[in-house]
């Protein structure tokens, strides 16, 4: 790196995106020291806004030696000029401390904490100006802020519910989002494309599948797609607020939140992030939708959950979850989930594709 510039990888480019376009607001820039610590220990920036996930730019040691405060650095990504950080603040932290206080473990096979502890040594804070909108190759599948508010204004919805995931459709998570139509005038289905962990679906899996199923079976005038290029922290309930915060900048006046959202193993208790979210709700300005689990009932013959279902307590062996880990085992096999867990059209569009993350990119 030049003293006046600083390459930035795939995902801190897309950081500085959602840095500028609204998506993290009221962020205006990389988090310094004392918001850093301050999101961290209270969930809050230092002037009480609601945030939980650090948002910061890491650089190497010796890098970190060419700045001074104050001054301004130029953003490259890809070989183009971007932007720019008035750098305010150069700092490191104890990575072991601050990964229990995010993650809730310092368990280095934990998929978030592995991939902070992987970061570079010095963070830098300090307000980001982009200079040039760079299209990328998921750019045709994503829409900003002011984007998706414009487009809720005209189509005269008031209430907008938000689906957040990382993979394709399967049947439990359509049975969600015809619950929210029900109820809501619109629903945003918002997938994280991002870096993701080994093992994930890539970004055309999940949006190949995602077209098929709104195509085929929604009704157009109520769903909406749009991809989100984050990356996933697998942070449990401190991340759902944290996607709680992003829909309501989205416009989005309610957001599903799962049993196990942005979870990962069992590092978070069953339904850890809707209470943290309702908690919260009111300082997030946006309304928390929490259903019971959905499965597959034998008995009932349809994907349903325990507010409609006898049969989790009277005949438990009839019940069958709709596991994610074992549809992308079968998926990964060569075989098809059965017609119950995916729809056959959804199978189809997404093994068109090369399906699953291989190893982490950080270009």
Avoid at 11 to 28: A, H, M, R, W
Avoid at 250 to 268: E, M, S
């Amino acid at each position: 790196m030049k003293m006046n510039e600083i390459l930035l990888s795939q995902n801190q480019f897309f950081e500085v995106d959602k840095i500028t376009n609204g998506s993290y607001f009221p962020l205006s820039g990389f988090m310094t020291e004392k918001e850093f610590h301050s999101v961290i220990d209270n969930y809050t920036l230092p002037d009480g806004n609601i945030f939980s996930i650090p948002i910061f730019l890491d650089i190497s040691r010796e890098d970190a030696n060419n700045l001074k405060i104050d001054s301004s650095i130029k953003l490259i990504y890809d070989g183009n000029s971007i932007g720019e950080i008035l750098v305010e603040s150069i700092f490191s932290c104890d990575k072991k401390k601050c990964a229990k206080n995010i993650y809730g473990t310092d368990d280095s096979m934990h998929p978030g904490v592995n991939a902070f502890y992987k970061t570079k040594e010095i963070f830098i804070g300090g307000r980001v100006t982009i200079k040039k909108k760079l299209i990328h190759e998921l750019s045709h599948y994503e829409l900003t802020p002011s984007q998706t508010k414009d487009i809720f204004k005209e189509k005269k919805w008031n209430t907008i519910a938000a689906f957040h995931t990382r993979n394709p459709p399967h049947c439990a998570h359509e049975w969600l989002q015809r619950m929210a139509l029900e109820s809501y005038d619109g629903l945003l289905i918002h997938p994280i494309l991002g870096q993701k962990k080994p093992g994930d679906f890539l970004p055309m899996s999940v949006i190949k599948g995602y077209e098929s199923l709104i195509s085929n079976f929604y009704p157009s005038d109520s769903v909406m797609l749009s991809a989100l290029t984050t990356s996933g922290r697998y942070a449990g309930p401190r991340e759902a607020l944290f996607h709680a915060l992003i829909r309501r900048n989205y416009g989005c006046t309610h957001i599903i939140i799962g049993r196990d959202h942005a979870g990962v193993g069992n590092y978070y208790g069953m339904y850890d992030s809707q209470n943290l979210c309702i908690e919260y709700e009111d300082a997030l300005g946006i309304k928390i939708i929490k259903y019971k689990e959905p499965y597959f009932c034998w008995i009932c013959n349809t994907v349903t959950n325990e507010s409609v279902c006898r049969h989790i307590t009277s005949d438990p062996s009839s019940i069958e979850y709709i596991s994610g880990s074992k549809i992308r085992s079968l998926l990964s096999d060569g075989l098809k989930p059965p017609p119950h867990v995916m729809r056959p059209e959804v199978v189809e569009a997404i093994q068109s594709n090369n399906m699953f993350v291989s190893e982490h990119i950080n270009n």
